[in-house]
């Protein structure tokens, strides 16, 4: 089957740790993106990547960074200057990043919670 | 800027219709998508217009006017499995095609 798989779905750490969130996918997609979910807003685009080995930042990158080694993989990690790691953290990818074919599937989510 | 706005919360009856609103404000408009998000998972789509006019799909349809910055999306023969949120996103030409999100949402079909 086809897909974008996260993991794992729920995650805990301690304040200060570094930690890094799986996200891969076996659509044959060019893009990919992070997105993290807070209750009562919109999701909010944290990094994307067109194709391999480039990326750019969101609008809320700051203590964040990721990698994009392979078509099929581009990993977040959420550092310690990461002030609010709490969240649901959403991977998405899309054909390309052309408007008429970039419409966006999600993965299953990772659930951070930093205690 | 860029802002979209939806109620936050809708209440409907199994079997009934509903309409979600949506407005929404942006630079270089290219598109507007529908998601579902039943709580804690992913978002699935739902419908894409970038035309005015009605998207029909099954029970789902989506409507645009581009000139007044607004959609709704329409969902007719409601099932409780329909309690969802309701995701708006619109494509920005500004800053190379961002995708904006809506809060969503929040859909409760009662029997």
């Known amino acids: 089957d086809g897909g974008i798989t996260q993991s794992p779905k729920y995650l805990f750490r301690k304040e200060g740790q570094n930690v890094t969130l799986s996200c891969e996918q076996n659509?044959?997609?060019?893009?990919m993106y992070w997105y993290r979910q807070d209750p009562g807003q919109g999701l909010r685009l944290i990094y994307y990547?067109?194709?391999?080995?480039?990326?750019q930042k969101g609008d809320i990158a700051e203590g964040y960074s990721v990698s994009r080694e392979k078509k099929e993989s581009f990993p977040l990690t959420v550092t310690s200057a990461q002030k609010n790691p709490t969240a649901f953290y959403l991977c998405?990818?899309?054909?390309?990043?052309?408007?008429?074919?970039?419409?966006?599937?999600f993965g299953p989510g990772t659930r951070l919670t930093v205690l | 800027g860029q802002n979209i706005d939806q109620p936050t919360e809708m209440t409907a009856t199994e079997g009934a219709i509903v309409q979600i609103n949506c407005t929404y404000q942006?630079?270089?408009?290219?598109?507007l998508f529908w998601y579902q998000q039943h709580a804690g998972e992913a978002p699935t789509f739902l419908s894409y217009?970038?035309?005015?006019g009605l998207e029909e799909k099954g029970r789902f349809s989506s409507f645009l006017s581009r000139s007044k910055g607004y959609s709704y999306l329409l969902l007719k023969e409601l099932q409780m499995k329909d309690s969802a949120s309701y995701l708006c996103?619109?494509?920005?030409?500004?800053?190379?095609?961002?995708?904006?999100f809506g809060a969503g949402t929040r859909l409760f079909v009662k029997a």
């Open positions: 217009n970038v035309l005015d």
């Open positions: 942006t630079s270089g408009f290219n598109g």
């Open positions: 996103a619109v494509r920005d030409m500004a800053g190379g095609f961002k995708t904006i």
């Open positions: 998405a990818s899309s054909l390309t990043r052309t408007p008429s074919t970039d419409t966006q599937y």
């Open positions: 659509l044959n997609h060019d893009a």
């Open positions: 990547s067109q194709i391999v080995n480039d990326f």
